[in-house]
């Protein structure tokens, strides 16, 4: 009996848990999430297009993104490190406008139609190493 209850509870906490969405598999660029030219150009992306929610205080953080549910993340947790980078290609080119982020509330927007391949890989590359 208690092996039934614990797998049912197991069961109920896997069935609430988050899972990931999918995305589409990519391949990163050979080298670029080392390469220092590319992440560089990925910190002055970050620097123009996404510090106002993502960034620090100092990198020009908007007062508004405080208040965000969700909350931006500023990418500096190391947990960012192991992230699959094709998630956060994806993540970065589709923005809000799929599920579950849509059904969430985010205000991300999409940058796939603003940015383009090798835009989106330098940004991955600089929130890997952002992640510190």
Known sequence: ???????????????????????P??????GLLTDT?????G????????ATCHGHPDEGRSPRANFFQPPAPDFSS???????PAYLFWRIEVGKTV????????VMPAWGPTLNETEIW???A???VRAG
């Open 78 to 84: 190391p947990a960012y490190r192991t992230v699959d």
């Open 122 to 124: 330098q940004l991955v």
């Open 126 to 128: 600089y929130l890997k």
């Open 37 to 41: 030219i590319q992440i560089a150009a």
């Open 43 to 50: 910190q002055v992306l970050f620097r123009e297009k996404c």
């Open 1 to 23: 009996m208690f092996r039934l209850i614990f797998l049912l509870f197991a069961l109920i906490l896997a069935a609430c848990g988050e899972r990931q969405p999918n995305y």
């Open 25 to 30: 598999a990519r391949q990163v660029p050979a």
């Open 99 to 106: 599920d579950p982020y849509l059904s969430r509330g985010s």
